[in-house]
């Protein structure tokens, strides 16, 4: 098929498609679609929010926030990652009067239906808008932490996170982590 052929699909065209089950997004005009994650994906997610959640609320950094959640980043881009903080909003987000502002950081957890999309798509277009983001490789038991720069930091005993406005990092013993999530939850 030639590049003419291939459709390419706005954030309307993302919010037009039926409630299936399966997630929809769109990174720069190509339709991304990843099936319900798998247990290990979602208890993850479940155990780096619930300590992220922790520390934002403590540092009162920002709000936290888990997918299903639209970020549109232009009109052919909406992601939905799997854990995400975003700066204090006011009132006027939370009664939906404005849309609120980008998140800061945004995680994705790999699984096999989605490794290749969050790795090669979706993170360098969270670079391009300016978010950190982390990709939490369960295989590799390790935390690609990329910031600003075009390699990331490799994180398989230790994670150090400071946001701007926080008075105390966030501390993330990556090891201990991927033992309470592959184990049977022991710590």
Excluded at 85 to 100: A, F, M, S, T, Y
Excluded at 133 to 141: K, T
């Amino acid at each position: 098929m030639s590049v003419a052929n291939v459709r390419r699909w706005s954030v309307e065209d993302v919010w037009a498609l039926p409630a299936d089950g399966n997630r929809y997004e769109t990174v720069d005009g190509e339709l991304l679609v990843s099936p319900t994650p798998r247990f290990v994906h979602q208890r993850a997610v479940a155990r780096l929010g619930a300590m992220l959640m922790a520390y934002v609320d403590q540092q009162h950094v920002g709000e936290l926030m888990f997918s299903p959640y639209d970020v549109v980043l232009d009109p052919f881009t909406l992601v939905q990652p799997d854990v995400l903080v975003i700066h204090p909003v006011g009132l006027d987000v939370v009664r939906g009067e404005v849309p609120p502002p980008a998140p800061f950081l945004a995680i994705e957890v790999l699984s096999p239906s989605t490794a290749r999309a969050d790795r090669l798509r979706k993170r360098p277009r969270y670079q391009r808008a300016g978010i950190e983001c982390w990709l939490v490789d369960l295989d590799s038991e390790l935390i690609e932490r990329w910031a600003e720069s075009d390699r990331p930091e490799v994180c398989g005993e230790r994670l150090v996170w400071q946001p701007a406005a926080a008075d105390a990092p966030f501390v993330l013993e990556v090891a201990a982590f991927m033992r309470q999530v592959l184990g049977g939850g022991e710590s």
